[in-house]
Structure formats: structure tokens, C-alpha cells
């Protein structure tokens, strides 16, 4: 059955269909030959920021608990003080 509008001849509503294809391949992949890289490429480079970032946040965190142990040891945390800082921290 089908399903090409109205007033089309059946070639053109392939041409049509094939145009369009290429249209949504095109915002997908980016066009070739160029630095656009369309949609894949921007999910792409987002994922390689988010990478790096989740990197920064891991080290960060690391630096915050040799620091809370520093202060401990010095004696500068006192037992409320770090009861009262580890229950403040989201898990």
C-alpha cells in the first residue's frame, strides 16, 4: 500500500524520500569533507568532557579526604567536628 502524498508521482516521492534520508544522515554524521561532525561528533566530544571531568571531581575528592585526615591527625577535627562532617557529605 501506498503511502506518498497526494499530486506525486511514485518517483518522486522516492527522490523525496531519499532526500530526506539524506538530510537526517547528514544532521547525524556531520557533512563530509568538513569538521562538522553533527550530532555523533558533538555526543562524541561531550563524552570525552565528561570523561574529564569526571576525572577532576575523583582527584578532588581524594584531596578532600587527605585533608579531612590531616586535620584529624593534627588534632584540629575534633570528634564532633568530623562526626558532623562525614554526615554532611551525600553519598
Known amino acids: 500500500m501506498s503511502q506518498k502524498p497526494p499530486n506525486m508521482s511514485l518517483e518522486d516521492a522516492i527522490y523525496d524520500v531519499r532526500e530526506r534520508m539524506v538530510r537526517i544522515e547528514t544532521v547525524l554524521t556531520g557533512v563530509p569533507g568538513t569538521n ?4 555523533c561528533g558533538t555526543v562524541e566530544k561531550n563524552e570525552e568532557d565528561l570523561d574529564t571531568n569526571r576525572k577532576k571531581v575523583g ?3 581524594v584531596r578532600f579526604w587527605l585533608l579531612v585526615g590531616l586535620l584529624c591527625g593534627s588534632g584540629v577535627l575534633g570528634g564532633v567536628g ?7 557529605v551525600p553519598k
Open 59 to 61: 582527584r578532588l575528592e
Open 36 to 39: 562538522n561532525k553533527g550530532l
Open 82 to 88: 568530623i562526626s558532623a562532617l562525614i554526615n554532611s
